[in-house]
């Protein structure tokens, strides 16, 4: 029983580049969080999805990040015209579509920005 | 009103001795207390979780105590280990809404 996916694990752009960074949720899981951690700091909430769904996309920036979660596929969080700010550990959680509230995590995208 | 609040920032732990770290919260709505444990360039992992309807839940060597009045809850490690080095994260939720996660504490526990 495979757990989040993340992929890639590590990604390296320069300073304007697009990043894309891909969530698979937990099988039988049609809820999907994204979460963003600088060093030495907690997890701060972006985005939450379900499929074909932004149920809540409070936490995320207007302006540069995008979410989406298709019928078919990954979820994917994209970061257009990235800067040596958007540098950070990018997680995403899944949960159940239906009962329960744990949120289990995969094991991250850690993007640098160069 | 968001916020949680954690502490202490770092820990360090003899072996066999319990580790405590507490956390609290202002947001009346929350209804769902987590703690996760993450190791380094790893994801967090969910240790145990705590509704306010319990003052108490307790897995293995891991309990959380929840104070719903002052609006606190804690994690304990008993018989902490070495391999219980790690960062520990609080969080709160309402519902299946998104978690708003403490600063964390990075436990070290020396042989």
């Known amino acids: 029983n495979a757990g989040v996916m993340q992929n890639p694990r590590h990604l390296v752009r320069r300073r304007g580049q697009e990043a894309r960074l891909r969530c698979s949720p937990m099988?039988?899981?049609?809820?999907v969080y994204w979460y963003r951690q600088l060093p030495e700091e907690g997890l701060k909430f972006m985005v939450y999805?379900?499929?074909?769904?932004?149920?809540?996309e409070s936490g995320m920036p207007k302006e540069r990040f995008s979410a989406e979660f298709p019928k078919e596929g990954p979820s994917i969080l994209r970061i257009q015209q990235v800067v040596r700010g958007d540098s950070a550990a990018y997680f995403c959680?899944?949960?159940?579509?239906?009962?329960?509230?744990?949120?289990?995590f995969g094991p991250g995208t850690r993007l640098t920005v160069t | 009103q968001q916020q949680v609040k954690q502490s202490p920032q770092s820990l360090i732990v003899q072996k066999g001795g319990i580790s405590i770290i507490n956390c609290a919260y202002e947001?009346?709505?929350?209804?769902?207390f987590p703690w996760y444990q993450q190791f380094p360039g790893k994801g967090p992992a969910l240790l145990i979780a705590?509704?306010?309807?319990?003052s108490e839940k307790k897995e293995g060597r891991f309990t959380i105590s929840f104070n719903k009045s002052a609006k606190q809850f804690s994690l304990h490690i008993m018989d902490s280990q070495p391999g219980d080095s790690a960062t520990y994260f609080c969080?709160?939720?309402?519902?299946?809404?998104?978690?708003?996660f403490g600063s964390g504490t990075r436990l070290q526990v020396q042989p």
């Open positions: 099988k039988g899981h049609s809820h």
């Open positions: 959680a899944s949960l159940p579509g239906r009962e329960g509230m744990e949120q289990y």
């Open positions: 947001n009346t709505a929350f209804d769902y």
């Open positions: 999805l379900q499929k074909e769904n932004i149920i809540d």
């Open positions: 705590i509704r306010p309807d319990v």
């Open positions: 969080a709160a939720g309402t519902g299946r809404r998104a978690l708003t």
